[in-house]
T-cell receptor, first 111, second 118 residues
Framework: AQSVSQHNHHVILSEAASLELGCNYSYGGTVNLFWYVQYPGQHLQLLLK??????LVKGIKGFEAEFIKSKFSFNLRKPSVQWSDTAEYFCAVNERGDMRFGAGTRLTVKP | SAVISQKPSRDICQRGTSLTIQCQVD?????MFWYRQQPGQSLTLIATANQGSEATYESGFVIDKFPISRPNLTFSTLTVSNMSPEDSSIYLC???????????????FGEGSRLTVL
């Protein structure tokens, strides 16, 4: 089964800073890729997803992610973060119905 | 999309007791999943519950410890049996809403049940 690595456990940024959260999965194959977000006190919700086609996908709230097949990566980016982006972010990989999650990255945005 | 309600949202339990967590979905879904999210760790799949069949457990999880019911297409329960402090965790119910088929659709999650075992 796939394993998913998120490189940063906790990221602290100031408002308006740019964000990039790393995500790598363990081996090639036909995969579907997701980023989920969990705001404080709320349930997990989908931020964006990649199934096929354009490897640069755009999600809600100005987030985007780029699928680089050769690097087994699906990094999440946002050009300018806001205080309201403070949350935990989870990368997930679905291979033939087997969904695996990364350990999560906690993002703290300072006002 | 799907709206998922979990009960209880949190509980504090004594060692050796059992707790049943309920998951209600606002639409009929084939596949329901139970995850555990331990402090500072990733989400770990406990089991897949499909209506009309026995739940399928992941490695490291057994039916005697985590019995699951799936009586219909909108409801499931997970019981954490004979609890110990190591079972303290958030337990999450999730369902998949087919996008291009049930194996590729995104997951929707309940708010989770935070369990503390003393």
């Amino acid at each position: 089964a796939q394993s998913v690595s998120q490189h940063n456990h906790h990221v602290i940024l100031s408002e308006a800073a740019s964000l990039e959260l790393g995500c790598n999965y363990s081996y090639g194959g036909t995969v579907n890729l997701f980023w989920y977000v969990q705001y404080p006190g709320q349930h997990l919700q989908l931020l964006l997803k990649y199934f096929s086609g354009d490897p640069l996908v755009k999600g809600i709230k100005g987030f985007e992610a780029e699928f680089i097949k050769s690097k087994f990566s699906f990094n999440l980016r946002k050009p300018s973060v806001q205080w309201s982006d403070t949350a935990e972010y989870f990368c997930a990989v679905n291979e033939r119905g087997d969904m695996r999650f990364g350990a999560g990255t906690r993002l703290t945005v300072k006002p | 999309s799907a709206v998922i309600s979990q009960k209880p949202s949190r509980d504090i339990c004594q060692r050796g007791t059992s707790l049943t967590i309920q998951c209600q979905v606002d639409s009929q879904v084939t596949m329901m999943f139970w995850y555990r999210q331990q402090p500072g760790q990733s989400l770990t799949l406990i089991a897949t519950a499909n209506q009309g069949s026995e739940a399928t457990y992941e490695s490291g999880f057994v039916i005697d410890k985590f019995p699951i019911s799936r009586p219909n297409l909108t409801f499931s329960t997970l019981t954490v049996s004979n609890m110990s402090p190591e079972d303290s965790s958030i337990y999450l119910c999730s369902v998949v809403v087919p996008a291009r088929g049930p194996t590729t659709g995104e997951l929707f999650f309940g708010e989770g049940s935070r369990l503390t075992v003393l």
